[in-house]
């Protein structure tokens, strides 16, 4: 049996990455004070609850926190290491609000002894370690790199996945040195499956930003060729389809845009530092920012015959399918530019979704009198839509299809006139 050393771990912010963290250090044996400037979180937690929606956290939480390893309060205590993991939020400016990082680091500074070791997990800009969180640390009094280890290990996990990815996704752990890096890796290593891979505080905040840029660049290439194929009278779905048999090319999926708290924010992150390289990057980004105007442009066209207030009702309003996260979701955007108009009035349906001010729980209510369906996100459910029965309520039969869901055959054998977003071809 292997046995391994246990360690008193501080874990600053109890989110939808501390609060995983915290659970599956506990469960592995260390011990963990977890710290939290909402009193609820604290209070949830020391009861074995959680306030955070994630699947099987909360029975991880329950043994955690009743094995006696884990609980909560409101300010750090002294520990051998300390884990930063609070949000980094986008300025209206588009610049990282890194408020929530400069205090948790003021709040650990009095409790900081020789031998620490302090690691940031916050999506930041580059060189926030060095540059901010350092220049805190140091306050200690302790020498950095030598008395007081620090270093950058991002998270990766997928909402949804986070307890599966957070033990076998390969990890990239940035060290100010080489000694803070390894031990902030044998650490990790008590319950990371995934290979660790070492480097510099700033490479690692780099690689985590690019992860999620690689990916918002993909896709605003994608929709470009959605508009691009538009006007050209073809289906884009089609070109990323034969695209995509060549073996060195991989083009994403169009859509209404890009929500999140992370696709949507972490390019900016690097736009903010160097605003004169980062060309491909900011452009990509208001590319995708652009989608729900074209898609709100498109339904306009589609709707220009039908006089009076327009009904237009939108499934599936989350950023993503199958969950319940609206973060940064465009279809709210798009909803705020038909409420804007005043000529649409505009009703949601979402099975994930209960709380949100124009939903209706009620499918047959949703599309009663409806001059347009816009399928904003592909939900599992909406697979098993009685597409006849929906299109007998509407008052008008347009169905706009945002992310290749249906299938055209089935659509119009339902009485359906389709769109789809990225295609010109009019069924061509
Ligand atoms: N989307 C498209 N077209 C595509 C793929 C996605 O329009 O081809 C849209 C989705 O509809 C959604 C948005 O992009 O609105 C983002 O969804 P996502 O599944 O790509 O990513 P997130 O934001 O849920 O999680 C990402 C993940 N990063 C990568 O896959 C590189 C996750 O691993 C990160 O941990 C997470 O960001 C994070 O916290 O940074």
Redesign the pocket.
């Known amino acids: 049996m292997i046995t391994i050393e246990k360690k008193k771990i501080c874990i600053v912010g109890l989110g939808y990455i501390g609060l995983p963290t915290a659970a599956m250090f506990a469960t592995h044996g260390h011990q963990i004070v977890g710290v939290d400037v909402n009193e609820n979180v604290v209070e949830a937690l020391n009861q074995g609850k959680i306030i955070i929606e994630e699947p099987y956290l909360d029975l991880m939480v329950q043994a955690a926190v009743t094995s006696g390893n884990l609980r909560a309060q409101s300010i750090p205590e002294e520990a051998d290491f300390f884990i930063i993991s609070v949000p980094t939020p986008i300025n209206s400016d588009k610049t990282a609000d890194l408020s929530y990082v400069r205090s948790a680091a003021e709040s650990i500074v009095p409790f900081l002894r020789e031998g620490n070791a302090v690691v940031l997990e916050s999506?930041s800009p580059p060189g926030t370690v060095t540059d901010v969180l350092v220049p805190i640390l140091e306050k200690s009094g302790l020498k950095i790199g030598e008395q007081l280890l620090v270093a950058h290990s991002p998270?990766?996990?997928?909402?949804g996945r986070i307890l599966i990815?957070l033990v076998d996704n390969p990890r990239i752990i940035g060290g100010i040195n080489a000694k803070s890096a390894e031990v902030v890796r044998d650490l990790y290593r008590t319950f990371v499956k995934g290979d660790i891979y070492l480097t510099d505080t700033t490479t690692a905040e780099m690689c985590?930003l690019m992860?999620?840029t690689?990916?918002d660049v993909?896709?605003a290439l994608?929709n470009e060729l959605a508009k691009l194929c538009e006007k050209f009278g073809i289906n884009a779905w089609d070109v990323i389809k034969f695209s995509n048999k060549h073996p060195r090319v991989n083009l994403?999926?169009?859509?209404p845009?890009?929500?999140?708290?992370?696709?949507a924010v972490?390019p900016w992150f690097i736009v903010e530092r160097q605003p004169e390289l980062a060309n491909i990057i900011k452009l990509s980004r208001i590319t995708n920012d652009s989608m729900p105007h074209h898609v709100y442009e498109r339904a306009k066209s589609i709707l220009s015959g039908v006089k009076g207030v327009k009904k237009v009702t939108i499934f599936g309003i989350t950023?993503?399918p199958n969950i319940d996260d609206m973060r940064e979701?465009?279809i709210i955007e798009l909803i705020d530019l038909f409420e804007k108009d005043g000529e649409y009035k505009v009703t949601a349906y979402d099975p994930h979704v209960s709380n949100f001010k124009l939903l209706e729980k009620d499918i047959k209510k949703a599309v009663e009198g409806s001059h347009l369906l816009i399928l904003g996100v592909n939900h599992d459910e909406f697979a098993k839509l009685d597409l006849k029965a929906i299109c007998k309520q509407m008052a008008a039969p347009n169905l706009f299809d945002t992310r290749n869901f249906f299938d055209r055959e089935s659509v119009c054998e339902a009485g359906f006139n389709f769109y789809l977003l990225g295609d010109g071809s009019r069924g061509k």
């Open positions: 999506t998270e990766r996990v997928l909402p990815e985590k992860e999620n690689y990916r993909n896709i994608a994403h999926q169009p859509g845009g890009v929500g999140g708290h992370c696709l972490d950023y993503k979701s465009p």
